[in-house]
């Protein structure tokens, strides 16, 4: 058997089960992720963590026009110290981030998914005032990335298939 051969043969091999067990991608035509594109009302952000994640969640989800769906979030991030050194000076920190969601549908108010995500980044205190609040922030930015792809995920799972 030829080289191509095995590989057109492992790629049909691998594509079966995917099929046998009605996998239907999220982005496909009738997945998950067609129903909730332009179709999810976002709650107004009243921070700049929750700015940072609708931000995000519009990216993925794109805005409204008319909405089909609700989703109500209920955010929270702290930071705690993480790494101290022999003289009592903290020089990394850890923020941890939890999400609490419901999605619910516009017309009749059922819910359609609801559920906790969580996520932790952490940041280095080492440099200059300035460059530890930059990393601050950074870090911040970067929980609401980890805590928006962990939420489109779930959403996706729980509207599941059309």
Do not use: W
Not at 1 to 19: E, G, H, I, V
Not at 66 to 86: C, M, P, V
């Amino acid at each position: 058997m030829s080289l191509s051969d095995r590989r057109k043969f492992l790629a049909l091999l691998a594509a079966t089960p995917l099929a046998a067990c009605g996998f239907t991608p999220v982005y496909g035509p009738g997945g998950a992720g067609e129903r909730l594109l332009n179709k999810v009302e976002l709650p107004e952000p009243n921070s700049r963590d929750s700015y940072l994640l609708i931000r995000e969640l519009e990216q993925r989800l794109g805005r409204p026009g008319s909405a089909d769906y609700k989703l109500t979030l209920k955010l929270k991030a702290t930071e705690g110290k993480q790494a101290i050194s022999s003289d009592d000076v903290t020089t990394r920190f850890h923020v941890l981030g939890r999400l609490d969601y419901v999605l619910t549908r516009t017309e009749d108010d059922s819910r359609v998914g609801a559920g906790t995500v969580t996520g932790f980044t952490s940041y280095s205190a080492t440099g200059t005032t300035a460059a530890t609040e930059s990393a601050r922030e950074d870090a911040h930015e970067r929980l609401m990335v980890i805590l928006t792809d962990s939420l489109t995920s779930r959403l996706f799972a729980d509207l599941g298939p059309a």
